[in-house]
């Protein structure tokens, strides 16, 4: 064992030998009352090394996602280019963010005729990014995990923001995930590590999915060094959650005054807001951006949906109340200027 300037404990994690990086694992495995965890470099890595546990024993796999999920959009359409898995894609509902039962019925396949690959995942995100940081309920989690497990498929839950979504709804994460089968969690975004995701599910899912974490070039030596990180974020950062829906719904406050576009009727679950400009504003979408940083020093992007019309805006905790009010006026400073 190797004791290092950052006071982890390091082992060869590769070998199952690194004791900080065990403890983050079963940290976290007990927080969401599953048997074992699996630590990663990557939230992608860790939805790609879950898709292909869930379906190892086939290679003509099916996986049932949303149109708008991280998985389908952000992850480099790797399910198919690197586990030769076909995804079916469901919309989701704007406001919820929920599949529609049926269409997931629909949808399922379990190779009783030749034309067709098995069905053997259904994905789900919570908070859903895309759908404007929507915090998926307990209730439809449960609805779904009884639903695809009477149809012989599992539930992967890609949990990037899931802390996001239990604090929002004040319910503990082990209730929130009781009836799916996997959960990738994300240790940076809000919570502040520098990097790493945890996977958690039962052991043979973690046996499966650790061997694919080595063919994914995820089998880390010393990773006590940052798993360290990510338990000192579980341990302090989880409950100042609150402060960021907080502000991100004082700055979508703050811009549907101005006359702003915001999704969902302006309702914001967690730390993500989605707005596109009032149509009176002079300003182009261009325009807008390259204003608000020379003039201002914000920095913004946008053209993620709707026509590239929206911009997103996620609070987090190097975003302090002073850096949300001068966001704010900055804002609002421009758009007045501009009508």
């Known amino acids: 064992m190797i004791k290092t300037a950052s006071t982890a404990i390091v082992g060869d994690d590769v070998m199952?030998?690194?004791?900080?990086v065990l403890e983050l694992e079963q940290v976290m495995a007990e927080k969401f009352g599953k048997e074992k965890g699996l630590f990663v470099p990557t939230g992608t890595m860790a939805n790609l090394v879950a898709l292909l546990s869930h379906c190892d024993k086939t290679r003509a796999s099916e996986i049932i996602i949303g149109t708008n999920s991280h998985i389908n959009l952000w992850e480099g359409g790797n399910a198919s280019n690197?586990?030769?898995?076909?995804?079916?894609?469901?919309?989701?509902?704007?406001?919820?963010?929920?599949?529609?039962?049926?269409?997931?019925?629909?949808?399922?396949?379990?190779?009783?005729?030749?034309?067709?690959?098995?069905?053997?995942?259904?994905?789900?995100?919570?908070?859903?990014?895309?759908?404007?940081?929507?915090?998926?309920?307990?209730?439809?989690?449960?609805?779904?995990?009884?639903?695809?497990?009477?149809?012989?498929?599992?539930?992967?839950?890609d949990g990037a923001r899931i802390f996001n979504a239990a604090i929002a709804q004040e319910i503990s994460v082990k209730d929130l995930c009781e009836n799916v089968d996997s959960i990738s969690i994300c240790l940076s975004k809000g919570l502040g590590a520098p990097l790493g995701s945890v996977l958690v599910g039962d052991d043979e899912f973690i046996r499966v999915a650790k061997r694919a974490r080595k063919r994914c070039g995820g089998g880390m030596r010393q990773a006590g060094v940052v798993a360290s990180m990510g338990l000192f974020a579980i341990q302090n950062n989880v409950e100042r959650l609150a402060d960021d829906h907080s502000r991100a719904k004082k700055i979508g406050y703050a811009l549907e005054q101005n006359g702003c576009y915001i999704p969902r009727d302006g309702k914001i679950d967690t730390n993500i807001v989605?707005?596109?400009?009032?149509?009176?504003?002079?300003?182009?979408?261009?325009?807008?951006?390259?204003?608000?940083?020379l003039e201002y020093g914000i920095k913004i992007t946008g053209g993620y949906s709707r026509g590239g019309k929206l911009f997103r805006i996620v609070t987090h905790m190097d975003v302090d109340d002073e850096g949300t009010d001068r966001a704010i006026d900055s804002i609002d400073s421009l758009l007045n200027s501009s009508v």
């Open 82 to 157: 690197l586990g030769g898995i076909h995804t079916r894609q469901i919309e989701e509902e704007t406001y919820s963010a929920q599949f529609d039962e049926d269409d997931i019925l629909d949808c399922i396949r379990h190779g009783i005729d030749d034309h067709w690959p098995s069905t053997t995942l259904l994905c789900l995100e919570n908070s859903h990014n895309m759908c404007g940081g929507v915090a998926l309920p307990k209730t439809y989690f449960d609805e779904m995990g009884r639903l695809a497990h009477k149809h012989n498929m599992n539930v992967h839950v």
């Open 16 to 20: 199952g030998e690194d004791p900080t």
């Open 274 to 293: 989605y707005f596109a400009l009032p149509e009176t504003t002079n300003l182009s979408r261009e325009e807008f951006v390259k204003r608000l940083d």
